[in-house]
């Protein structure tokens, strides 16, 4: 009889290319559980902790510091090491005293430390805007969180900077023309730069933005660029800058 449904293993050859691992160190490794990152654009808790930033050198030395409560993502204890972590997501020891924040990079996520207060923030764009039951608007954001809050005037595309994990709104950043914006995917995956406009999309063509980069200036899918702040990032992204 066939196997319904995936396989909870993961062979590290198999694991998505954008993973920054080691291939053949050994056969399996840590697959993320279904949540609020797809697998291409997230990694299991487990391998942040032990594979990327070196705070955990053996699964069961990892398993008993994530046990005990010794792991926050985003400032809530995370005891599985398969939780997926994404963009911009904060991944915090504090027994280390340590937090690193996943930001883009042309070889995928990867993580940059973060100090002071800055653990306790995060940039979340705006997915979906519903009008719900009283006439409110709830906004659906990249990270699976969602938001009650009719001042907010947002649109798909937008960002919040949040406090984590209370979820209050500390300020907003448009998509719009003057905004700093993050190319998220791509050669360059990283770079920020001044948003010259915005196109409206069409049937046949999604919205693109204009943007001046490092590398040039360059006309990207909206969906690939992350607005981070009207003059500068409101928070480290550890990007290049125009």
């Known amino acids: ?40 654009a997230s990694y299991p808790l487990g391998v942040v902790v032990r594979d990327l930033v070196g705070m955990a050198e053996t699964g069961r030395e990892l398993r008993l510091v994530m046990k005990t409560g010794k792991v926050l993502v985003d400032g809530t204890p995370r005891a599985s090491p398969s939780f ?15 937090s690193f924040r996943l930001i883009p990079t042309p070889k995928g996520l990867s993580p940059l430390k973060v100090e002071g207060d800055e653990g306790g923030k995060k940039l979340c764009s705006v997915h979906t805007k519903t009008k719900i039951r009283g006439g409110h608007f709830q906004y659906g954001l990249h990270d699976g969180r969602s938001l009650l809050d009719d001042a907010l005037d947002l649109a798909p ?86």
Not at 6 to 32: C, E, H, M, Q
Not at 220 to 242: H, K, M, N, T, Y
């Open 157 to 242: 595309g937008d960002a919040v900077l949040l406090e984590v994990p209370s979820q209050k709104v500390l300020a907003k950043v448009k998509l719009q023309k003057g905004s700093v914006g993050l190319v998220l995917s791509g050669d360059r995956a990283g770079q920020t730069g001044k948003i010259r406009d915005v196109k409206k999309g069409t049937i046949s063509r999604e919205r693109m933005v204009k943007i001046t980069l490092p590398s040039g200036d360059a006309e990207i899918p909206s969906r690939l660029v992350f607005p981070v702040g009207a003059d500068s990032p409101l928070i480290g992204v550890g990007a290049q800058s125009a």
């Open 1 to 40: 009889m066939g196997i319904k449904g995936g396989r909870n293993k993961l062979k590290r050859v198999a694991a998505p290319r954008t993973w920054d691992i080691s291939r053949k160190s050994d056969r399996f490794i840590y697959k993320p559980l279904p949540g609020p990152h797809p697998i291409v």
């Open 84 to 98: 997926p972590v994404g963009l911009f997501n904060v991944v915090s020891i504090p027994v280390e005293g340590a």
